[in-house]
């Protein structure tokens, strides 16, 4: 509580509403292209029933843009599931899926189908949606699991939309001979990339406008620097730009100087872009 009343008096001291660049919400997100092009193939795979990709590297919003555009549907339409345990086995998925669908979810495999089934009975014309969030950490017996689901009423269209969000090495490994079925069901993939410098700046001044600061509390190197250093991941801007203004405030300065960017790498442990390129190349990077 006492670091929190800290940082409070630091945003007083600079004349902010609230503590800059603080956890991420919708309204921190920029709407750019990659994004809407994103919210239109996620609506079309969903009103299609059909299986999806989103990927992309770390840090880059995929969650929260999932989240996001899952808020927006209509309840009277779809009714979006999201998993994201992906440590579950493939029985621990299905019982997992019946409770999200409000039943009493079974230890027992035959049962957690039976249940799935009459939650899509229930739903009658509204669209079941399921999201498996970090799906290149789930099992093959996971992920097949859920691929045969999507042939439960058979003679009708797929049971469900299925959204995948993994890293940009999933779309390789669905490509392997054991997720081949999968991987012949994906209707649409998508990469989300990274910010571009301008769009870093847009997010700075927005997100300090927000705290009822002005664009000009961050010198233009120290700008350049931020979006260099996080590689235009979203997730490591915020961090280092928040890293760097609580050295800033905590020095008494009313300016984000290089010289506290400099500081915020030392202590912020993931600086993508500076990241050599032989890392940046391994998977789990």
Request: glycine content about 6%; overall charge neutral; proline content about 6%.
């Amino acid at each position: 509580m006492k670091a929190e009343s800290d940082l409070q008096h630091l945003a007083r001291q600079w004349g902010a509403a609230h503590v800059p660049f603080g956890p991420l919400n919708d309204t921190d997100w920029l709407d750019t292209p990659a994004v809407q092009q994103a919210f239109t193939h996620l609506t079309q795979c969903a009103t299609l029933r059909s299986v999806m990709l989103l990927c992309g590297p770390n840090g880059v919003g995929k969650s929260a843009l999932a989240g996001r555009w899952m808020r927006r549907l209509d309840e009277r339409l779809f009714h979006p599931v999201c998993l994201t345990q992906a440590t579950l086995s493939g029985t621990g998925i299905l019982s997992s899926l019946a409770g999200k669908l409000g039943k009493p979810a079974s230890f027992r495999r035959e049962r957690n189908l039976q249940l799935i089934e009459e939650s899509l009975e229930e739903l009658e014309r509204r669209i079941l949606l399921i999201v498996l969030d970090e799906a290149q950490n789930h099992t093959h017996a996971s992920l097949e699991e859920v691929r045969l689901l999507l042939g439960l009423n058979l003679p009708q269209a797929p049971a469900f939309a299925l959204i995948l969000i993994g890293d940009e090495y999933l779309l390789s490994s669905l490509k392997l001979r054991n997720h081949r079925a999968l991987y012949t069901r994906l209707a649409c993939q998508m990469s989300l990339p990274a910010w571009t410098p301008p769009q870093c700046a847009q997010y700075l001044s927005g997100a300090l406008q927000s705290a009822g600061l002005s664009a000009q509390s961050v010198e233009p190197a120290a700008l350049q620097l931020l979006s260099s250093a996080s590689g235009g991941l979203p997730r490591s801007l915020n961090l280092l730009a928040r890293a760097a203004w609580i050295h800033a405030a905590t020095q008494g300065a009313q300016k984000i100087s290089p010289a506290h960017v400099q500081q915020a790498m030392e202590s912020v442990p993931c600086i993508p872009g500076m990241l050599p390129a032989s890392a940046s190349a391994e998977p789990n990077a």
